[in-house]
Nanobody, 118 residues
Framework: QVQLVESGGGLVQPGGSLKLSCVASGSIASFSAMGWFRQTPGNQRELIATLVNGGSTIYADSVKGRFAISIDNRKNTVYLQMDSLKPEDTAVYYC????????????WGQGTQVAVSS
């Protein structure tokens, strides 16, 4: 089972930027896709960015044009560049691996906290 370790969160002012990282225990290239999710208290995890094996990307409307997902296969690492951050981006961010076109991994790491506040 793939293990994932997220890092890079922190406190940032509105309009600022952060870059999150997620290191996978296995070869990312073997997965159908990699994705970033986020969760706020009392809410379900929300898929916000997907990078499909082959290179296409999909973003939630709430982050489109501000966030960018990328992969370094040599490092088995997925990144999420977050720009023009807003207070509503405050959440715990998680990455996950899509094992098949219809199934995400059941494993969730601890996530990394992002807080956007002045």
């Amino acid at each position: 089972q793939v293990q994932l370790v997220e890092s890079g969160g922190g406190l940032v002012q509105p309009g600022g930027s952060l870059k999150l990282s997620c290191v996978a225990s296995g070869s990312i290239a073997s997965f159908s896709a990699m994705g970033w999710f986020r969760q706020t208290p009392g809410n379900q995890r929300e898929l916000i960015a997907t990078l499909v094996n082959g290179g296409s990307t999909i973003y939630a409307d709430s982050v489109k044009g501000r966030f960018a997902i990328s992969i370094d296969n040599r490092k088995n690492t997925v990144y999420l560049q977050m720009d023009s951050l807003k207070p509503e981006d405050t959440a715990v961010y998680y990455c996950n691996a899509r094992l098949t076109p219809l199934q995400w991994s059941d494993y969730w790491g601890q996530g990394t906290q992002v807080a956007v506040s002045s």
